[in-house]
């Protein structure tokens, strides 16, 4: 089996009077991530990763941030359509690790749901996708709650 691994890395500033969309599922809060889709930071990452693991660039180059059709889409269709991109040239997923960085609100508490959505999405078994949340112990922009951060690793393989 060909294997290959991409990275992904994103960012979303958090405000007030949106909702907060995190790999997948909407997680109550105060504020909500902006941007010009849903904004969901860990999804954005996870699709780079996995585009750049295909060699396919990145999540801006086929979901431009200038592009109506984009405005307010919810980024599991961009999930799914990253994948889609990879099983046209016969890739498919072997697994994920993803790690979210936010001051607040606590994470871990929706983690497994957020592993059952885009292990749904992808049909794939949910302990393929792992998602960790950390803090920035109150350091930089995610410490001082401005925004969110997260990083993700993609293996992809084909036969």
């Known amino acids: 089996m060909q294997l290959r ?22 997680v109550p809060f105060e504020k909500g991530l902006l941007g010009h889709s849903d904004a ?18 990145d999540i801006g180059f ?17 999930f799914k359509r990253t994948l889609d991109l ?14 979210l960085l936010a001051e607040r609100p606590k994470i871990n508490p929706y983690i497994p749901q957020m592993q059952t959505c885009l292990a749904e999405l992808a049909q ?10 950390t803090t920035s112990e109150k ?7 401005e925004g969110m951060a997260a990083m993700a690793v993609a293996l992809i393989g084909r036969k």
């Not at 930071?41 to 996995?50: G, P, T």
């Not at 350091?139 to 709650?145: H, I, L, Q």
């Open 5 to 26: 691994v991409g990275q992904g890395y994103d960012v979303h500033r958090l405000i007030p009077g949106r909702e907060l969309w995190l790999g997948g599922i909407l």
């Open 40 to 57: 969901d930071v860990l999804i954005h990452a996870i699709c780079d990763a996995l585009l750049g693991a295909a060699g396919l660039r």
């Open 62 to 78: 086929h979901f431009p941030d200038q592009a109506d059709e984009y405005k307010n889409i919810d980024s599991k269709i961009l």
């Open 86 to 99: 990879l099983a046209e040239k016969q890739w498919e997923l072997v697994n994920i690790d993803a790690t």
């Open 124 to 133: 794939v078994d949910k302990e393929i996708i792992s998602i960790k949340a």
């Open 139 to 145: 350091m930089g922009f995610v410490g001082r709650e």
